[in-house]
C-alpha cells in the first residue's frame, strides 16, 4: 500500500472512532452501567459475527430443544455494538482487538501491549494483579495465543509463544488453561527448557487431560491439554478427542479464583469459532459456539450467585462473513440446511489429519460420508485430493487462502436452488472482515442503558472504572504509527508463515 493511501486509511479509521465517541459519552453517563465490582470476567467470541450467532440460535432452537445462554444475556443485559479497526486497519487481527480492549488504545495489528515504536502499554490483567486480585486466563488456542496473552504481557511478536510462556510465569496468574505443549514441553521447545518443571516449582499444578484436571486440588494450575490449539468442540463431542471442554476449564477456574481475598480477574476466549470460520468449516463454528455457550452459561449462573462479579462479553472480529442464504420459492427453505448440520460429526481439522499427503478419492468419499454426513461425487473427492497433492484450491482467488480446507468446504456447498442438498451457509472468505461485533455487561449491578455504538478501546475503560483503577495507557496516533509502518515496508517477514498467522 502507497503512504498516501496509509495515511489516508489512518485517518478514515480515527474518524470512525470519533463517531462512537458520542455514544461512549452517553454509556458513561448512564446510571449504573459502569458499577463497581470485586471480580471481572471478560468473555471472549473470537471471530464470531452475528450470521454465526443466527445460525447458532436456530440449531439450539430447533435441534437441541433449548435457547441459547447468549440469548439471555442479550435479552437482560445491557449490550450493543462496537467497532473493531485497528490503529491503521479497518480489518484487526486478534493481538490489536486484545490490546484495544486490554490497554485502552489502539495498536497496530501484530503486537501485544505495545506500540508499533516499541513504546510497551500496561494490560488490564497486569493493573488488577497490582491490587492485589488473582487472574485466570482459560482459552481453546494455545493458552499464549494473542487474545489471553494481551491481556497480561508486553510483546512486540504475537508468535513469540515459546517466550509468553515465560513471560506467564514471571507474571503469576493463578490459572492458566488451554493448549500448546509446543511451548512447555523442553522435548518440542526449540531451547529445550522445561517450562511443566518451572512452573510446578513455582507452586503451580500442571496437568495435561481431562481427568488430571477434575483431580487435581492444587490451588495454581498450569493446564496444558494438546499441542497447539485445543481440538474442536465436534471433534471432542463426536469423535472422542480427549480434552476438557471449554466449560470443563471454566469450571475448574472459577472456584479457585474466588478463593482469593481481593477478588479476580478472568478472562474466558471461545477462540476456535475464528478458526473454524478461517477454514469456511460450518460444523466446526456451530459447535464451538454452542461450546462457547455452555461455559457462558457457567459463567452467568456464577454472576447471579455473586452479585459482586461483573461480566463483559465481546467478539474481537467477524471472521470469513459467514452468511446462512435464504433458498427455494419465497425463502421457505431456508432452514432445511441449517437442519442438515446435525449430520456433520466432526471438522476439516480431523479429516485433513486422517486424509494424509497422499490419500485416494475413495478415501475422501468415505470420509466426508462418516464425518460430514455428505455423499461426495467422484469429481468432487479428485477436487480434494488435488488440494491436498497437487495445491490445486478451490475457489481461486487470495480471499479463500487458508487452504486446503477453504476447497473441502467449496466441495459440499450447495448445489439444489431449490431445496437444500447440503448446509446453506456461505463463507465470502478465509480472512477476518471488518463487521462491528457484540459487545455487552452483565451483573446485578447493572442498569438499563441505550448503548448504541461504541469503540473496542471503551471496554478498557469499563473495566479500570468497576475495578476502581485510574489508568491511561500512552496513545499513539495514526500518522504516527503509518511513519514507523513506512520505515519497516521494505522489510521481509520475520518468519515466512508470520503472514498467514495473525488469526
Known amino acids: 500500500m502507497k503512504r498516501r493511501d496509509l495515511i489516508k486509511a489512518g485517518v478514515m479509521a480515527g474518524a470512525a472512532a470519533a463517531l462512537s465517541a458520542q455514544s461512549q459519552s452517553a454509556l458513561s453517563n448512564q446510571p449504573g452501567i459502569l458499577t463497581r465490582a470485586r471480580n471481572l470476567i471478560f468473555f471472549v467470541y473470537d471471530g464470531m459475527g452475528w450470521e454465526d450467532y443466527a445460525i447458532a440460535q436456530f440449531y439450539s432452537r430447533r435441534v437441541l430443544g433449548k435457547p441459547l445462554a447468549l440469548e439471555r444475556f442479550l435479552a437482560t443485559g445491557v449490550s450493543g ?115 511443566y518443571a518451572a ?15 477434575e483431580a487435581s486440588n492444587a490451588s495454581k494450575l498450569l493446564g496444558v491439554f494438546s ?86 462479553i465481546g467478539s474481537d472480529h467477524v471472521c470469513g462473513a459467514p452468511a446462512l442464504y435464504g433458498t427455494g420459492r419465497s425463502y421457505l427453505e431456508g432452514s432445511a440446511g441449517v437442519l442438515l448440520l446435525a449430520n456433520q460429526k466432526g471438522t476439516f481439522e480431523f479429516m485433513l489429519a486422517r486424509l494424509g499427503n497422499n490419500p485416494s478419492p475413495e478415501q475422501v468419499v468415505e470420509l466426508f460420508r462418516t464425518v460430514k454426513g455428505v455423499a ?76 448504541g455504538l461504541i469503540d473496542n478501546t471503551y471496554n478498557f475503560t469499563l473495566m479500570t472504572r468497576a475495578l476502581g483503577i485510574r489508568f491511561q495507557n500512552p496513545v499513539m496516533s495514526e500518522q504516527e504509527a503509518l511513519e514507523v509502518l513506512k520505515s519497516r515496508a521494505e522489510q521481509p517477514w520475520k518468519h515466512p508463515e508470520d503472514a498467514l498467522a495473525l488469526v
Open 81 to 195: 455494538l462496537q467497532n473493531t479497526n485497528s490503529l491503521t486497519s479497518f480489518v484487526t487481527e486478534s493481538s490489536a482487538a486484545g490490546n484495544a480492549w486490554s490497554t485502552g488504545v489502539k495498536t497496530v495489528n501484530g503486537g501485544l501491549a505495545i506500540h508499533a515504536d516499541g513504546r510497551k502499554l500496561t494490560p488490564i490483567f497486569a493493573l488488577a494483579k497490582q491490587q492485589g486480585k488473582a487472574v485466570g486466563l482459560v482459552s481453546t488456542a494455545t493458552i499464549t495465543h494473542a487474545t489471553p496473552a494481551s491481556f497480561v504481557v508486553s510483546n512486540p511478536d504475537r508468535n513469540a509463544e515459546e517466550q509468553i510462556a515465560e513471560q506467564y510465569l514471571e507474571f503469576g496468574a493463578e490459572v492458566y488453561l488451554g493448549g500448546g505443549t509446543r511451548f512447555f514441553d523442553p522435548a518440542v521447545r526449540r531451547d529445550k527448557k522445561d517450562m
Open 199 to 213: 512452573f510446578a516449582a513455582k507452586g503451580y499444578g500442571v496437568v495435561k487431560n481431562p481427568r488430571e484436571l
Open 227 to 312: 499441542s497447539s490449539h485445543v481440538p474442536y468442540e465436534a471433534d471432542r463431542r463426536f469423535q472422542g478427542v480427549d480434552v476438557p471442554s471449554l466449560a470443563q476449564m471454566t469450571r475448574a477456574a472459577l472456584p479457585r479464583l474466588a478463593a482469593h481475598s481481593k477478588g479476580f480477574v478472568l478472562q474466558v476466549e471461545a477462540a476456535r469459532i475464528d478458526h473454524a470460520n478461517h477454514l469456511n468449516d460450518p460444523a466446526a463454528t456451530l459447535w464451538d459456539i454452542l461450546a462457547a455457550d455452555e461455559a457462558l452459561e457457567v459463567v452467568m449462573n456464577f454472576v447471579d450467585q455473586n452479585p459482586d462479579t461483573l461480566l463483559i
Open 376 to 451: 461426495l461425487k467422484p469429481e468432487q473427492a479428485q477436487v480434494v485430493v488435488d488440494a491436498i497433492t497437487k495445491r490445486v484450491y478451490l475457489p481461486d482467488t487470495v480471499r479463500y487462502s487458508v487452504q486446503p480446507a477453504n476447497t473441502l468446504s467449496w466441495v459440499m456447498r450447495q448445489t439444489d436452488a431449490n431445496k437444500p442438498d447440503l448446509p446453506n451457509i456461505g463463507w465470502n472468505s478465509g480472512q477476518h472482515t471488518a463487521s462491528p461485533t457484540v459487545f455487552g455487561v452483565y451483573g446485578r449491578g447493572v442498569a438499563a442503558a441505550r448503548i
